[in-house]
């Protein structure tokens, strides 16, 4: 197979979505916003100093970004110390499949690198990837393509021949930007966000392989 396979983390390859939701909405809480988490669906996919600027913009909050970053990164991590990570269920299996076949693999994915790598360990698939990207060394994150097109530069490969399981908005919008397929990945209690742009969208992986209509793209 001549294509590479390109993941994003949270949300995809890590059962962490709902964590930062979760951990978003007790910060706002504690600045005296209240919101539902419909009204944030928006801002997922971004690196969370991004995150951050649109809340402080939006909600008129009194501190700087990168002070809301570290409170929510910082209970993002109790929560994991507490209760542990978990990958996406397929997640591992299908990472590993596609590893065992000689498939590239890339994680993309706006977190930092240390808890990309750290994330990737825990599942036990760190090896089966051949780069793992942050967003926080590229000039634009999501959705500029700049993330997507240096994981396929670092793989060797033009971004037609490139597949990306995607889960946010704006991830789906930068893949797309940077010319590649985008499957968006669904699964149950995802949070609902405009998707519209993928190619597909699938809410399990793929219990053999890629699916066989992308062979072709």
């Known amino acids: 197979m001549s294509k590479a396979v390109i993941f994003d983390m949270d949300g995809v390859l890590s059962d962490s979505e709902w964590i930062y939701v979760e951990k978003i909405l007790s910060v706002l809480s504690e600045e005296g916003v209240n919101v539902p988490t419909e009204e944030i ?3 997922f996919g971004q690196s ?3 995150i951050c600027s649109e809340l402080k913009e939006r909600y008129n909050l009194k501190n ?5 970053a570290g409170r929510i990164l910082r209970l993002r ?3 994991i110390e507490e209760h542990g990570l978990y990958p996406m269920e397929g997640a591992v299996e299908f990472v590993r499949k596609l590893h ?5 693999l890339a994680v993309a994915s706006s977190a930092d ?11 036990g698939i760190a090896d089966c990837f051949d780069h793992l990207v942050s967003g926080l060394d590229c000039e634009n994150g999501k959705p500029a393509p ?14 037609k021949d490139c597949i990306v399981f995607e889960d946010s908005a704006s991830g789906v919008r930068a893949a797309k ?4 397929y985008c499957y968006a990945f669904v699964p149950p209690k995802a949070v609902p966000q405009d998707i519209s742009p993928a190619d597909e969208i699938v809410h399990r992986f793929p219990t053999e392989s890629i699916p066989d209509q992308t062979e072709s793209q």
């Open 146 to 159: 700049d993330l997507y097109l240096k994981a396929a530069d670092l793989l060797g490969k033009d971004p």
């Open 177 to 180: 930007s940077a010319g590649m």
């Open 41 to 43: 669906n928006d801002l």
């Open 64 to 68: 700087e970004p990168d002070e809301y």
């Open 113 to 123: 690198a240390q808890t990309i790598r750290v994330n990737m360990e825990s599942f």
């Open 100 to 104: 065992d076949a000689g498939i590239p």
């Open 77 to 79: 991590d109790e929560h």
């Open 48 to 50: 969370m100093i991004c």
